[in-house]
Structures are given as structure tokens and as C-alpha cells.
């Protein structure tokens, strides 16, 4: 299966379709949360229920949470964008480099972090219609998600840009 979607997905016209897809539904969220940019993160990573609750009653009081609310309308596709950008980053390199199928598994990385994403997002959306859902145990699930899409993406990219840029290729006539 994996190799079938590495042979799907390596065309570095894929990667460059989706990527400029990601990059203008990237722009479009900043646009929409820039009053609220700075505060992002650290509500979506945080494990404390207090915070979440209090980060979004402010927002809720100073007006910003129909902002944070309206970005879940581009913020619920974001996720496919990328996630076909970096599987087809990684199938590009890997093949490009002849990276053995073993390592094919790297594929599932931006998938899984995909929909780390789409919780976190149902998560949030939950909290924003039923505060009382805010609870240690929702916010764990929903930040540990998070933490976890941030760890596969970035690592991802990481890992597409050092096969790319820092593994030589191999040698055609080298045993």
C-alpha cells in the first residue's frame, strides 16, 4: 500500500500544486487570526483547561472568537492541502535519493498529522459551543493532538529537506 501511494504521489508537480494550495489557505488563516496570532499556539498546545477557557472567554469578550470561529471554515480543508503537499515531498525525495520502500513509513507522518489536526479542530469547535466540555480530559486529548501534529509536520519537512539537500545521490554504478 505505501509503496503504491509513493509511486502515486512522487511527481514534484504534485508537491508543487499542493504546496502553493497550503501556502495561500495559510495566508488566509493568518489573515483571518491575526489580531489573535500571537495567542494561537499556545492555545492550541496547552494542557490547562483554565487557559483554554479563559483564553477563549477574552476572546469571546473582546470580540475575536467569531474571528478564531471563522477560521475553521478554510482551517477544516487546510489539513488535506498540506498533508498531500508533504506525503508527496517525501515520496518525491525518497525516490529521488532511491530511498529503500522500508522507509516508506515516513508516508503515514503527514497523514497522522493531518488528523491530529481535524481533532484538535473538533475539539476547539466543542469548546467554543459548550464551554462546560472544557475539561482536563478534553483539553489533554486535544492539546496532545497538537503537539503531535506539530511534531510529524515539522519533522516531515525536516526530513524532506535533508534527503533532498543533505544525502548524496546515489551512485548508478557504485555495487
Same mark, same amino acid.
Given at each position: 500500500?505505501?509503496k503504491?501511494?509513493?509511486?502515486?504521489?512522487k511527481s514534484g508537480?504534485?508537491?508543487?500544486?499542493?504546496?502553493?494550495i497550503?501556502?495561500?489557505?495559510?495566508?488566509?488563516?493568518?489573515?483571518?487570526?491575526?489580531p489573535?496570532? $500571537?495567542?494561537?499556539?499556545?492555545?492550541?498546545?496547552?494542557?490547562?483547561?483554565?487557559?483554554?477557557?479563559? $483564553?477563549?472567554?477574552?476572546?469571546?469578550?473582546?470580540?475575536?472568537l467569531?474571528?478564531?470561529?471563522?477560521?475553521?471554515?478554510?482551517?477544516?480543508?487546510?489539513?488535506?492541502?498540506? $498533508?498531500i503537499?508533504?506525503?508527496?515531498?517525501l515520496?518525491?525525495?525518497?525516490?529521488?535519493?532511491?530511498?529503500?520502500?522500508?522507509?516508506?513509513?515516513?508516508?503515514?507522518?503527514?497523514?497522522?498529522?493531518?488528523?491530529?489536526?481535524?481533532?484538535?479542530?473538533?475539539s476547539?469547535?466543542?469548546?467554543?459551543?459548550?464551554?462546560?466540555?472544557?475539561?482536563?480530559?478534553?483539553?489533554?486529548?486535544?492539546?496532545?493532538?497538537?503537539?503531535?501534529?506539530?511534531?510529524?509536520?515539522?519533522?516531515?519537512?525536516?526530513?524532506?529537506l535533508?534527503?533532498?539537500?543533505?544525502?548524496?545521490?546515489?551512485?548508478?554504478?557504485?555495487?
Amino acid at each position: 500500500m505505501l509503496k503504491k501511494l509513493r509511486e502515486a504521489l512522487k511527481s514534484g508537480r504534485i508537491v508543487l500544486i499542493f504546496g502553493i494550495i497550503y501556502g495561500i489557505s495559510q495566508v488566509i488563516i493568518g489573515i483571518i487570526l491575526f489580531p489573535v496570532l $500571537t495567542e494561537i499556539g499556545a492555545l492550541q498546545t496547552s494542557f490547562s483547561p483554565e487557559f483554554v477557557r479563559d $483564553t477563549l472567554e477574552a476572546w469571546r469578550q473582546s470580540g475575536e472568537l467569531a474571528r478564531y470561529q471563522q477560521h475553521f471554515l478554510v482551517d477544516f480543508i487546510h489539513p488535506v492541502w498540506y $498533508t498531500i503537499a508533504l506525503t508527496a515531498g517525501l515520496a518525491n525525495v525518497f525516490t529521488m535519493r532511491s530511498i529503500p520502500d522500508r522507509w516508506n513509513f515516513f508516508l503515514l507522518f503527514p497523514v497522522i498529522g493531518g488528523i491530529c489536526d481535524l481533532i484538535e479542530n473538533i475539539s476547539h469547535q466543542n469548546f467554543i459551543g459548550n464551554p462546560d466540555s472544557i475539561t482536563g480530559a478534553a483539553v489533554a486529548i486535544s492539546a496532545a493532538a497538537a503537539w503531535i501534529k506539530w511534531i510529524l509536520l515539522i519533522g516531515s519537512l525536516i526530513t524532506v529537506l535533508i534527503v533532498r539537500y543533505a544525502m548524496k545521490p546515489k551512485d548508478s554504478t557504485s555495487p
